[in-house]
């Protein structure tokens, strides 16, 4: 069978359309099995407020020395008082941290945050001129990589 040169260029145009339709539509392609990098970030706001976040997975993966993001917890027996820091270092050397507690509004919710953490977390956090968090976020996802050796 032979197609007709008008048959020919209608089947050409619709594999067009249909081949732009798929792009723009999924303009960065299929999300099964997504990866994200996301090295270590921080932006700073007037008035001396800030945020920091990264991957933990790909901080500890990047190339450079002196990238690190996470969150500690120190706790205390004695007077049941604990306190947790965040921490961000980027690729320049830039640091911001801030604190939280058990006295500061937030704090204990801040607390279980730090406690979902694990080492391919992707890390949130912000503060003002005072070093105190005024939020945290925790994102535990499959695109976040896990640190290599």
């Not at 690190?68 to 027996?77: D, K, M, P, Q, V």
């Not at 509004?105 to 890390?123: E, F, H, I």
């Amino acid at each position: 069978m032979r197609l007709s040169k008008s048959s020919f260029f209608m089947m050409v145009a619709v594999s067009v359309v249909a081949a732009l339709t798929v792009m723009f539509a999924f303009p960065h392609g299929a999300k099964a099995g997504e990866k994200v990098v996301d090295p270590v970030q921080i932006t700073d706001y007037s008035g001396g407020y800030w945020e920091a976040n990264g991957s933990l997975g790909a901080t500890r993966n990047s190339a450079d020395t002196r990238s690190s993001i996470g969150c500690s917890l120190n706790a205390s027996n004695s007077n049941g008082n604990w306190r947790g820091t965040c921490t961000a270092i980027n690729d320049k050397g830039e640091t911001r941290y801030c604190d939280f507690n058990a006295n500061a509004g937030g704090g204990a919710d801040m607390r279980v945050a730090v406690t979902a953490m694990t080492d391919s977390s992707w890390l949130s956090f912000s503060a003002g001129p005072e070093k105190i968090c005024t939020w945290l976020t925790v994102s535990n996802n499959s695109y976040n990589p896990p640190p290599q050796p």
